[in-house]
């Protein structure tokens, strides 16, 4: 059946071969791309030039200032309060699939359509994400956080594909960019170092600095909290018999406890912003990922008033990080997510 759909296109491969296989299928296709942040010409060229290449409707959304405030604005803040943040996991919640929502409607489009490596899946009448097929490039993880009414709408026509294979049927369809390198992970950064960005946009009285402290001794002063990140071991420039770990950042003092390995290690995680895909609220099983390159780890899951949950993993965990999300899963699906509060 024919259907009208918005193409989030970032004039990349998988996106340009998304508007072309929905256009093959049929469908109304109308492409949009969003405009986050300033320096971004040549992907709004190239996006533009992919749109004529494939003859649809293309345009930009300009959505620089809610960016800012949505995910730039988080990014430094997370930092500031000793915690690492995630701003993939973050804005396709908070802003990237809101404002395609938003637009999508104003299209009057059915469906979004993105070239995430990811599937939509049904299970008991719902909708649900999950992994993609192609292991090395799944990116369920990062939309973890997705609420019921954005996953309603999606549709990742790669989920089933691996890249290799996505680069090839590209070429088949003589896709000028079957062979365009893929762009970084964090857009903003621009490919620079995140410790960069935030000595240019952070003052020097904003940079809380303090003490690294190991067996409640002090070693020595560090360059300020905001550069450093739970369980982290190169780059403190300490000279030490054995490798160490930052363990636990204090925003008041500034101090940064630092501790071995085998000190880093904990069983469970507090969530607070949860996001659950169903109406589950009783203890079950699942497994869960801490971090987007960890394997998934056995745990109870407990869901708890006010968005909150805790998880107990069956084997202690490496340095989760407070501000990082736990995606949950039940096997290939997504059920839920949050961010971390603490650890235990």
Not at 102 to 120: F, K, L, P
């Amino acid at each position: 059946m024919k259907k009208k759909l918005l193409i989030a296109m970032s004039g990349g491969v998988d996106s340009t071969l998304c508007a072309k296989l929905m256009l093959e299928q049929g469908h109304d296709v109308t492409g949009v791309t969003l405009q986050l942040f300033e320096g971004q010409e040549e992907m709004l060229a190239g996006a533009e030039r992919v749109a004529d290449e494939l003859g649809i409707k293309w345009y930009v959304a300009d959505c620089r200032k809610f960016f800012s405030e949505d995910v730039i604005s988080y990014f430094i803040r997370t930092y500031k309060l000793g915690k690492t943040p995630n701003p993939c996991c973050h804005c396709n919640h908070t802003a990237k699939f809101n404002y395609l929502y938003r637009e999508m409607c104003s299209a009057g489009c059915e469906e979004v359509v993105s070239g995430h490596y990811a599937r939509i899946t049904e299970h008991n009448g719902l909708k649900y994400v999950a992994k993609g097929l192609d292991e090395t490039k799944d990116q369920s993880y990062y939309l973890s956080l997705m609420e019921r009414y954005q996953i309603e709408v999606l549709n990742f026509p790669l989920g089933a594909m691996r890249k290799d294979d996505v680069r090839e049927l590209a070429r088949e369809h003589g896709l000028s960019v079957a062979d365009k390198k893929d762009s970084q992970d964090v857009c903003f950064l621009m490919g620079n170092d995140y410790r960069e960005f935030l000595s240019k946009k952070l003052k020097d009285s904003d940079i809380r600095k303090g003490w690294f402290i190991l067996d409640g001794k002090r070693l020595k002063e560090h360059e300020g909290i905001v550069f450093y990140t739970i369980g982290q071991r190169r780059g403190l420039n300490i000279g030490y018999h054995e490798p160490l770990y930052v363990q636990h950042i204090d925003p008041k003092s500034g101090d940064i406890t630092l501790g071995r390995k085998e000190e880093a290690a904990f069983k469970g995680v507090k969530l607070k912003d949860a996001v659950f895909a169903d109406s589950t609220k009783h203890m079950r099983r699942a497994e869960a990922r801490l971090r987007y390159r960890m394997k998934n780890a056995p745990c109870s899951v407990e869901i708890l008033p006010e968005h909150k949950a805790v998880l107990l993993f069956d084997e202690p965990q490496f340095s989760p990080a407070p501000g990082q999300v736990a995606a949950i899963y039940d096997k290939e699906r997504v059920i839920g997510g949050g961010f971390i509060e603490s650890v235990f």
